[in-house]
């Protein structure tokens, strides 16, 4: 990375202001190389130069991508007057500027939502040519039947005509209620849809992987945590 202003840097990774920056550095709490910096304009090369702010090494990333285990009732959308979003869940210590949901959930959706401010990334994961897959849990209100199944695997016609690519379905409970259904493409309401064209009413939804990254199942429901560049590979798996 190039050289760029120290304040700019240590905004950038949300716990601190620039008024913050002016403050600490007034006080003597930065230091850039062990000296501690009076000009908070200084060039910096946050990948070379070491940094302390408040007497902790400062970690810096270009980008962040945030686990959560998104809860009922909750947007999945940077910014929507009047609704609780998937952004305004994000901890303090978590949160910068720029942050978004790397694809939608339904509001009533449950589970694994990447939060990231990496549009990049964001754009390479939900590329319809990319085809990750995602894994869900669905509550059914009535069982899918065997020719249905069958449609699901092959690719099922929704009502408007839309034809699916062919999708993962395995029942998990002998009531045949609870099915874990893997998609490789994410259309609007598309797992209500397919379970609507099969005569069955989609009660509860739970996302609960994608690509190769499962949901944290120590997150409890609204919870966030960062996720590592080894996770990260995962998802593109
Ligand atoms: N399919 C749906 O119907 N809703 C979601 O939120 C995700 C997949």
Redesign the pocket.
């Known amino acids: 990375m190039s050289q760029q202003r120290l304040d700019k840097i240590i905004a950038s990774q949300g716990k601190y202001s620039r008024s913050d920056v002016k403050r600490l550095a007034r006080n003597g709490e930065i230091t850039v190389n062990g000296k501690a910096v009076s000009d908070c304009g200084m060039k910096v090369d946050p990948e070379k130069d070491s940094i302390s702010v408040g007497g902790e090494a400062f970690g810096y990333s270009e980008f962040i991508y945030i686990m959560l285990n998104k809860p009922e009732g909750v947007v ?1 959308a940077s910014r929507s007057p009047g609704e609780k979003t998937v952004v305004d869940l994000v901890p303090a210590e978590l949160y910068r500027d720029g942050l978004f949901p790397a694809g ?3 509001k ?2 449950t589970g694994f939502v990447l939060i990231t401010d990496d549009g990049a990334f964001a754009h390479e994961i939900l590329s319809p040519k990319k085809h990750i897959e ?1 894994t ?1 849990i669905a509550q059914l209100d009535r069982p899918i039947g065997e020719a249905e199944l069958e449609k699901f695997r092959i690719g099922i016609t929704l009502a408007d005509g839309y034809e699916c690519l062919p999708a993962g379905i395995k029942v998990l409970t002998d009531d045949g209620l609870t099915v874990e259904i893997k ?1 490789r493409e ?9 379970a609507a064209a099969c005569g069955s009413h ?1 009660n509860k ?1 739970h ?1 609960v992987s994608m690509g190769g990254l499962e949901l944290d199942k120590k997150l409890a429901s609204g919870e966030c945590r960062l996720i590592d560049g080894n996770e990260l590979a995962k998802i593109k798996s």
């Open positions: 999945s939608r959930l339904d009533d959706t995602k869900y998609l994410g259309k609007y309401h598309q797992i209500k849809r397919m989609v939804l996302r």
